[in-house]
């Protein structure tokens, strides 16, 4: 039974928000805004949807951490997602079609500043090396945001530095583990909205739908720190979900932009607690088109 609703009258998740430690970890990104915490409603949500979906798709993909466990842990037959900042679709494109390639590069590079910043100056030639660009990048920023004007890290986790972040064995693994479900992932370099509204019209497969937008509604800033593409028609969105009766699990910060979305197209939602970087207590919106963690 969920928990006491709080002010804005939605009732508390009873999943709590997961620990990182104890989820399995299947993206090379450490991607800001990233949905780690989210995965037991995510596989909890996946088994009661009915009939049982045989694609996912995620139309703003980021780190895709949702669409690689789905597909990773079995959850899915296969999923489809998608990204608008070419840096980062060049990261996919390289991690699915170049995967041992790309692993390769990342256990042969040398964490240093000058690298680092050897690799911003110079343009890609290449889908591989502007993928490798990316996911160096990610790594070696702080809070792994690849928005124009992010800084490098500095003094890192344990005072480690620029490297802190950089796990080659690790990334190379996850890498190595995406390449062999690579004919399970589909990937649409392009705008989110222009590949739901394609995929929610197909007809034959049973389409379950993950939808993580950037968090500006409401006049919220952190989307547009956080990602070069932020804009986004919410209630567009919205409409469009409720248009198709998809069976859908959306993410939101719970902004009273979204509170009275939610409402309007008598969505269903519950909230997880989540602590942020400065350890202040924040809710997040899960969303569903009827009640699912009741």
Known sequence: MAETALPNGIPVSPYPAANVASVGQHSPLRYPGGKT????????WLRRVRPKPDLLLEPFCGGSIVSLSAVIEGWVEQCCMSELDRDVAAFWHAALRHGPALAEKILRFNVSRDAVNALVRQAPCDVLEHGFRTLVLNRT?????????AALIRSGEN?????????????ARRLNAISAQAERIGFFEGDGMTLLKAMLGASGTEVAVFVDPPYTAGGKRAGRRLYAHHEIDHGGLFALLDDSSAQFLMTYDASPEIVGLIRKHDFHAVQVVMKNGHHNRIPELVITPRAVFD
Do not use: D, E, F
């Open 37 to 44: 915490w989210l995965i037991p409603h995510v596989k909890a």
């Open 141 to 149: 920023r702080r809070g792994g945001i690849l928005a124009p004007g």
């Open 159 to 171: 005072g480690k530095g620029l490297a802190s972040r950089w796990y080659p064995h690790t990334i």
